[in-house]
């Protein structure tokens, strides 16, 4: 049975932050959605938003703001265990959330834990570094504690369906 694209709800009540209007003081959020492959495959996209301070470093300034963390775990529906799914349908989730602060783009940081460097099954993580006015920066090179591969925009394929309501 195909997946309902639709078909994603916020696990509380709370919608999913407009990341340039809403207090960075807000907790992680989750929110869960069937995947569209119809392979009984879940995922489940935190988000979190932390603070870093930069200090200057040889041939870097020093640089304050926000990281924005999404991490999306695939897993199976009846399971709850790691399940692959290609990394297309993820990343889409990721540019939908970092467009509410007029992003696309931001970093893959690949199957990996991005505190502790730690490969995870059936996880994909992606970050957007905030300067303090909340406008989309790179990555200082003084915050990266794991690889980070450029996401590139969302180019008008077909596979940029993800509607989230972050109205509310």
Known sequence: ?????????????R??????TDDFSADSHTITAVARTGTD?????HTSIASFVAPAAAWFPAATGFTLTVIVH?????TGKPRYLPAAEPAEWARRIFSTVDAAQGYFLGAVDPITGVHRDGQLAYRLYLDSNRRAILV????????HYPLPALD????GTIDIDTTT
């Open 41 to 45: 495959i879940r995922l489940q996209i």
């Open 74 to 78: 695939t897993v199976d529906a009846h």
């Open 15 to 20: 919608a999913l932050p407009h990341l340039a």
């Open 156 to 159: 008008g394929r077909a596979e």
């Open 1 to 13: 049975m195909p997946a309902d694209p639709g078909s994603v709800h916020a696990d509380s009540d």
């Open 140 to 147: 200082p090179p003084q915050v990266v504690t794991c690889p």
